[in-house]
Structures are given as structure tokens and as C-alpha cells.
């Protein structure tokens, strides 16, 4: 649902010239082909706004052009967070735009209309820039946001599903929904983190149950929360009380997508432990986000990280509670070197995350302290413009496919251009081997009966497989170009298998190729350890596979190994195991793909148990 949009109109509309002399025609929730939805639109419209951020910044800068050139006196208002507030070429660059709204749009919004009606020139409005005049001074804040209409309980959402499942038939909706404004951090490669979003401003709690009622009224499938700290206030705890207990009554919503505080860790804890014990299933694991853990980084980007002792015992007391969490990492940021980089992923492992740690590649946005000139020169940064990524993209989707962009940093003062695409690799492989499993127990065993890290394994893997004609090496390979040529922003992100393939994350599409090539990778496996390490690991690198869910394999297997293998990878001291999934109804190759290597991969679903 489109919140933002929603909350200019309601809150222009409770002027009541608003009110009178405009109506709303229609919602744009989808990036329909641009020519025949401005051929066909209801009517000439007289105003339209558009918000704006890095997913649809394309598509809506070449709507607005071609609505512009069949209605040319249609005033396009933009706003949201990829309109750069310092940029004084704004105009010269996209002259579609009438006018453009900074930061929270809400006032801004209602002026400019009641302008419009008036047939005043769009000038000295605050919160805005203006054609043809310098930038304004950065806006305030919204003091009383109970003051915006909420677009649940006033119904404009109704209006707008009514609308939609009119044309198209039952959909699935997904809400994108705030209790609150701000966050008090600053991290620099964060629009967020910016002083203007420092102070937390907060919608009523009543206000909030209700529009909980109407998710769960409405059979909302999944809520996608914009707050930016969820746990962080003692009322976040009440809410999801009363979001679990509507999932108990109604079954809806099903997913509460957070994002989760980095202070106040025991409410954090409690509030994951609810929802377990409840068995409401709300959360898609707790983020434990550090983004580096190298101490001049966390410095350059002003992000203070819970204290690794503490982080320790909180990963482990969520694993006791059988709540999954994962760590997200990004690469290359300012003061990280390949070294420290994989420093970091080691001391995260060694801190007890088996789960998932999510390594994501710097993008740049216009607004953060990172998108700025002096802040890129102070750290060496070089950035350049390439393709969103576009992971799970289908063929179909890409017909009439308008590219959206970010900005990649490809060279940093402490990381060479090289060095930045080797991180990536390693990166891709670590995550490939380690938290998809495909080496999950050897890596386990090596590192508890020979002391090998975790980081050195993938290492020498790296290195004895590049540049080699086999399975492994050519899957390095193939990433390691693709990689390469998306952030110079010759291709989309991602893999496609074969012709009309999707567009797999490449960690995703080397899962395919390892799953289809099982016996070479065994082989493959066993050789390296042999060679590198001198070896013999035929056993362990067998039990490794047997421990990745297959869905053509009957469970549960009863399966034998020798002590030292159990006993060193998972620490069990027998030699006869059930090895078991709790996958149910996985039929097709398509489902198991899907699941294992998409929407269950930070849950270890490629995980079997074994007892
Ligand atoms: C929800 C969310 C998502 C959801 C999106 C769901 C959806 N489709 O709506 C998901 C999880 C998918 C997502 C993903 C990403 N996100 Co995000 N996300 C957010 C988040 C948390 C909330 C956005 C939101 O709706 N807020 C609520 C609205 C009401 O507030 P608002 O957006 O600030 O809008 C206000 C003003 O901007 C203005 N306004 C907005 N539109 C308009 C229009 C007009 C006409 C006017 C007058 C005013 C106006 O008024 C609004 C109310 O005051 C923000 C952070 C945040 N807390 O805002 C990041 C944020 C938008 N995301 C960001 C980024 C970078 C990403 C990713 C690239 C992250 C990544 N590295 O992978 C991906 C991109 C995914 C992709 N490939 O498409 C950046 C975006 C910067 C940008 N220039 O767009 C933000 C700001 C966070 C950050 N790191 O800085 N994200
Ligand atoms: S990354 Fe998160 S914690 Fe940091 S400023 Fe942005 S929203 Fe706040």
C-alpha cells in the first residue's frame, strides 16, 4: 500500500479548499507500461504527485516526461527520499518537475495545492525547491503527526484495494506501515542518519490498535515496518503483544518484517520470545546488524555497535531459544580492508552465528553523509552509477523493463578496485559454502579438530580453485565476472541458468549447479582438503551433503560415520544418526529451489536435524 503518497493527500484534504476543489482520480501502486497508462489516464489531471525512491526513480522521472508532453499544464509535484536536497542542478537535470518537496512532505504538500487553486506561483513555500530558484534552507520536522489522517481508518485504503481488485482480480496485499519518525543514530551511509531524522516523533497508540484491527480484518499477509528501531520503545513490546494476539485470533497479519533495535537488547529478546512461545511465527528472524566490526570503520561511519561480549551471549541465548537471527555486513565500507573484512566474519562466527550473516554491497544514496562530496574524498571513495540489483527479476518482468539505478563504490582509500571485487567473491563463497551449507560440517570439523578458521578455509578454497577447468572453479569464475561487469554497470545483478531463467542471486544459482553436481562436488571437496590440507576427508565431506536437505530423499535416513566425525562436527559421540527435514509437501524442483535457496535461506532451511 502506498503510505507515503496516502499521507499527503489525507492531510492536504483536511483543509477544506482542498477538500472542495480537488479529487483524487487515481493510485499508480505499480510500474504499469509508461505510454499506454498516460494515454489511457481517467482523465487530463491537473496535478500529480509522485514519490520517489530508489526503486522507481527511473520509471517516475519518464512518467512524469510523458505526462508532461501530453498534458503540459499538468504541475508534477515529486518528493521522498531520492530527491537530493543539496542539488542545484535538480531542475536543469529533470525539468518534468514543477516543484520538489524535502524531506517530510506533508505541509509542503497542502501549500502547494491551495497555490495551485489559488493561481499563485509555486514560491516561498517552505520544505520545497522551485524551478528556475536556488535550493531552499533544509525543512523542520512535523511536530504532531496525529495531525496526518491515517489512510487505514479513513478508508482511502479500501478505496484503493476496491479500486485495484476492480481491474484485477483478488490480490495479496502488503502493508507498509510506521509508528514512528526518526531514529536517534547517525550512521553515514544511511538517509537516516541524517540530523534532520534525529528526533522520534510518534503516532498514538489507539490510533495504531485500530489500524492492527484492519490488517487483521483485512487478511493482510505481510507488514513491511518502516521504523527504523522496532524494540527500541517499551510500547513496542505492547504492540506486538496485540499483533500476536490478532494472529492468534484471526490469522492475520502474518509476517511483522522489522527492523530491529540496536540498543535495548533484553526488550529485543523478549519481544522475539513472545512470538516463539506464541508459535505466531511474526518475525523473520532477529537482525543482530553490526555492518563491520573493525573499529576505524565503525568510527568513519559513526555507528556504535553493542559490545562484541554482549553481542556473544545474545547470539547464543536466542540459539538456546531456537530463534534464528543474522548479521548483516557491508562491503567495502571506508577504513575496511580485505583483511579486516574477513577478520569481521570470523569473529561473527566465532560469536556463535551459524545462521545467516548477510553481506550486502555498498550502495550510495543521495542524502546520506556517504553521498557527499567532502565525506567520499575524506575516505578515497569512488563510486559509479550501475544497475539496481535485480535478484528474482523474471523475462516477463523485463518486458518494458525500466532499469533503476544506485551508485557502487568500487575503490575506497584502504580497498584497490581489485581487492573490492575479490571481497566480493569471497564474500559470495563464504555465504555459498558456510550458511548454505555445502561445507557447513567440514568447515565445523577443520576448525574444531585442526584449528583451521572458518575464513582461512574459504581462503585457500578460493585460491586452489581459481583459474582451475572444475565445478567449483567454475563457479567462481562465472560470479566472479558477472560481479564484475554489473558494478561497471554493463548487466543487471544476478545469474540467469539458461535462456528465460530468472535472475538468481549468485550464491542462489551456485546452490543449483552444486545441488545438480553432487557427486563432482563431493570429489572435488575431498581432493582440496587432501592436497591442501594432506586430509583424508571422503567421510566428513559425505556427511556435510547428507546434512543438506534434498527433497527427493524419503526422511528420516538412518545413517552411520565414525566418532571422529560426528564428534567434530556436530559434537555427538555415536556413530549411528536419523538425519531428518521438516520440510512438508515439497514436490516439485521448483518449490525446493525456491524455498530452500530464496525465501528460507536465512532460516537454515537447507539445514537437516540430526539426532
Ligand atoms: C520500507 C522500506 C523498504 C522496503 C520497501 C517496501 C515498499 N515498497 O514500500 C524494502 C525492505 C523492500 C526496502 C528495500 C530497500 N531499501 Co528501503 N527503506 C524502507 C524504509 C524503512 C521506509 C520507507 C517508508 O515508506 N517510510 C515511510 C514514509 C511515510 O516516509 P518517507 O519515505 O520518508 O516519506 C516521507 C517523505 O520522504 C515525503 N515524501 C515521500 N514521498 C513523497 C511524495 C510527495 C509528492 C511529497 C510531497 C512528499 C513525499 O513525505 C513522506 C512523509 O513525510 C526507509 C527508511 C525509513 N525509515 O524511511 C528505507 C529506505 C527508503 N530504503 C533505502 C534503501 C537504500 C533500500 C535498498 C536499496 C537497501 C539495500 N541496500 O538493498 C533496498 C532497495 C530494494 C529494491 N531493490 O527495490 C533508503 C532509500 C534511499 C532512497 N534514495 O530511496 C532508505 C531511506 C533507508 C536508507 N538506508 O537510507 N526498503
Ligand atoms: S542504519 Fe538504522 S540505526 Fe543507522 S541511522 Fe539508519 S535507520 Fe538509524
Request: glycine share 4%; aromatic share 14%.
Amino acid at each position: 500500500m502506498p503510505l507515503a503518497i496516502s499521507y499527503q493527500w489525507l492531510y492536504a484534504q483536511v483543509d477544506s479548499t482542498v477538500q472542495k476543489n480537488y479529487q483524487v482520480i487515481d493510485v499508480l501502486i505499480d510500474k504499469k507500461p509508461i505510454t499506454d497508462y498516460v494515454k489511457t489516464m481517467p482523465v487530463p489531471p491537473d496535478v500529480v504527485a509522485i514519490s520517489c525512491y530508489i526503486w522507481n526513480w527511473e520509471y517516475n522521472k519518464e512518467l512524469a516526461k510523458h505526462i508532461k508532453k501530453l498534458y503540459p499544464t499538468c504541475k508534477i509535484i515529486v518528493g521522498g527520499p531520492q530527491v537530493d536536497k543539496r542539488d542545484t542542478a535538480f531542475f536543469l537535470k529533470y525539468p518534468q518537475f514543477d516543484i520538489a518537496v524535502l524531506g517530510e512532505g506533508e505541509c509542503a504538500f497542502r501549500e502547494i495545492l491551495l497555490k495551485i487553486h489559488n493561481n499563485r506561483e509555486l514560491v516561498d513555500i517552505p520544505h520545497t525547491f522551485v524551478k528556475g530558484y536556488g535550493i531552499c534552507k533544509l525543512p523542520t520536522r512535523l511536530k504532531d503527526l496525529e495531525a496526518i489522517p491515517s489512510p487505514i481508518l479513513t478508508g482511502f485504503y479500501d478505496w484503493i484495494i476496491d479500486k485495484v481488485e476492480a481491474e484485477k482480480g483478488k490480490q495479496m496485499w502488503q502493508v507498509t506501515y510506521e509508528t514512528l519518525r526518526g531514529c536517534p543514530y547517525s550512521c553515514t551511509f544511511c538517509d537516516i542518519g541524517d540530523d534532520y531524522w534525529n528526533k522520534i516523533t510518534k503516532f498514538e497508540l489507539d490510533r495504531i490498535y485500530k489500524e492492527i484491527d484492519w490488517m487483521a480484518e483485512k487478511k493482510i499477509e505481510y507488514v513491511s515496518m518502516c521504523d527504523s528501531n522496532w524494540g527500541m520503545l517499551k510500547r513496542d513490546k505492547d504492540i506486538t503483544q496485540y499483533v500476536i494476539k490478532k494472529k492468534q485470533e484471526c490469522g492475520y497479519p502474518k509476517v511483522w518484517e522489522a527492523t530491529w533495535a540496536k540498543s535495548n537488547s533484553d526488550q529485543v529478546y523478549e519481544i522475539a520470545k513472545m512470538d516463539k512461545d506464541a508459535g505466531t511465527d511474526l518475525f523473520r528472524g532477529v537482525t543482530v546488524s553490526v555492518q563491520t566490526l573493525n573499529d576505524v570503520t565503525e568510527k568513519a561511519i559513526k555507528r556504535t555497535n553493542i559490545k562484541s561480549k554482549k553481542l556473544y551471549s545474545y547470539i547464543n541465548l536466542y540459539d538456546s531459544a531456537d530463534i534464528s537471527t543474522y548479521t548483516e555486513l557491508i562491503w567495502p565500507m571506508p577504513g575496511e580492508t580485505y583483511d579486516s573484512f574477513k577478520q569481521g566474519i570470523q569473529k561473527i562466527v566465532d560469536m556463535g552465528q551459524k545462521s545467516w550473516i548477510a553481506i550486502n554491497a555498498l550502495q550510495i544514496t543521495f542524502n546520506a553523509e556517504m553521498g557527499q562530496q567532502f565525506y567520499q574524498n575524506e575516505h578515497g571513495m569512488k563510486c559509479r552509477e550501475t544497475p539496481l540489483d535485480s535478484y528474482h527479476v523474471t523475462v516477463d518482468d523485463l518486458d518494458q523493463y525500466i532499469v533503476e539505478k544506485t551508485f557502487h563504490v568500487y575503490e575506497t582509500a584502504t580497498a584497490s578496485q581489485d581487492e573490492i571485487l575479490r571481497g566480493h567473491v569471497y564474500g559470495y563463497l563464504f555465504v555459498l559454502c558456510y550458511f548454505f551449507g555445502w561445507t557447513f560440517y567440514l568447515m565445523e570439523y577443520m576448525k574444531n579438530k585442526h584449528d583451521i578458521e572458518q575464513i582461512d578455509f574459504i581462503e585457500s578454497l578460493l585460491n586452489y580453485f581459481t583459474g582451475t577447468n572444475s565445478l567449483i572453479g567454475n563457479e567462481i569464475k562465472e560470479t566472479e565476472t558477472l560481479i564484475s561487469e554489473s558494478l561497471q554497470g554493463k548487466r543487471l545483478w544476478g545469474r540467469q541458468l539458461h535462456d528465460n531463467d530468472m535472475y538468481w542471486d549468485y550464491k542462489g544459482a551456485s546452490c543449483i549447479m552444486f545441488y545438480k553436481n553432487k557427486d563432482k562436488l563431493k570429489q572435488e571437496l575431498a581432493n582440496f582438503v587432501k592436497r591442501v590440507y594432506g586430509i583424508s576427508s571422503e567421510e566428513i565431506v559425505r556427511f556435510s551433503l547428507d546434512m543438506c536437505y534434498d527433497y527427493k530423499t524419503k526422511y528420516p535416513l538412518i545413517k552411520s560415520y565414525s566418532i571422529d566425525t560426528l564428534q567434530n562436527s556436530v559434537g555427538i559421540q555415536k556413530t549411528e544418526v536419523v538425519i531428518d527435514h521438516r520440510a512438508k509437501n515439497i514436490d516439485t524442483e521448483t518449490d525446493f529451489k525456491n524455498i530452500t535457496y530464496i525465501y528460507q535461506r536465512r532460516n537454515r532451511f537447507w539445514k537437516c536435524s540430526i539426532s
